[in-house]
């Protein structure tokens, strides 16, 4: 199975600053059709998980432009602009490159 | 909106069965795959596998090969897991997400306790 290292464990940051969570992956996540099934979710306290980002850098349905994907092959970042109140919970990766899915260990980001 | 409801909580004692629904809203069901995640007490995602909603033909993944059962009643735009012999590792939060993670429904508790 793709192993997902996620970095760091936990964050707390003010609100308006600036956060970023590193997701790399034992294997390059690159499919046959070129495309990279690299994913972040977001599951805030009590709450199911939501689609934050799709294929590394594609927005989810109604997620601000805060947030913003970048990387390729084996490294990706999640990287938050303005951290705002409503945005902790803990952050997970997510490749679906390869079967099975696996995830990556989760981020927990706190609210000083 | 799509939507993705899932039965509510369970108390099952070891041995026993259990089969929880996920009924899909908002979309063609046959359209999107179903995901199946399980979610332990305080810990992470784990993936469970998938059901393909046009065949019906289920994918688990290693750890789940023995005793869950994915399943369908396309009609009723729905999807079952079903697990059987029931441990006290089972205990845990079951999450269904349909096709690319891009939904998820609200989870439900399965809590196995003699």
New interface residues.
């Given amino acids: 199975d793709v192993v997902m290292t996620q970095t760091p464990p936990s964050l707390s940051v003010a609100i308006g600053q600036s956060v970023s969570i590193s997701c790399k992956s034992s294997q390059s996540l690159v499919y046959s059709d070129g495309k990279t099934y690299l994913h972040w979710l977001l599951q805030s306290p009590g709450q199911s998980p939501k689609l934050l980002i799709y294929q590394v850098s594609n927005l989810g349905s109604g997620v601000p432009d805060r947030f913003s994907g970048t990387g390729s092959q084996k490294d990706f970042t999640l990287k938050i602009s303005r951290v705002e109140a409503e945005d902790l919970g803990v952050y997970y990766c997510v490749q679906a490159t390869h079967f099975p899915l696996t995830f990556g260990s989760g981020t927990k980001l706190e609210i000083k | 909106q799509i939507q993705l409801v899932q039965s509510g909580p369970e108390l099952k004692k070891p041995g026993e069965s259990l089969k929880i629904s996920c009924k899909a809203s908002g979309y063609t069901f046959t359209d999107y795959a179903m ?1 199946w ?1 399980k979610q332990a007490p305080g810990k ?4 469970m ?1 998938w059901i393909n909603t046009q065949t019906g033909k289920p ?1 688990y ?2 750890d789940f090969k023995e005793r869950f059962v994915f399943s369908l009643e396309t009609s009723a735009s729905t999807a079952y897991l079903q697990i059987n012999n029931l441990k006290n590792e089972d205990t845990a939060t079951y ?1 269904c ?1 349909s096709g ?8 439900v508790m399965v809590t196995v306790s003699s």
Avoid: P
């Fill in positions: 995901q995640v992470g995602l784990q993936y596998g994918t993944a290693d999450f997400a690319a993670l891009d939904y998820w429904g609200q989870g």
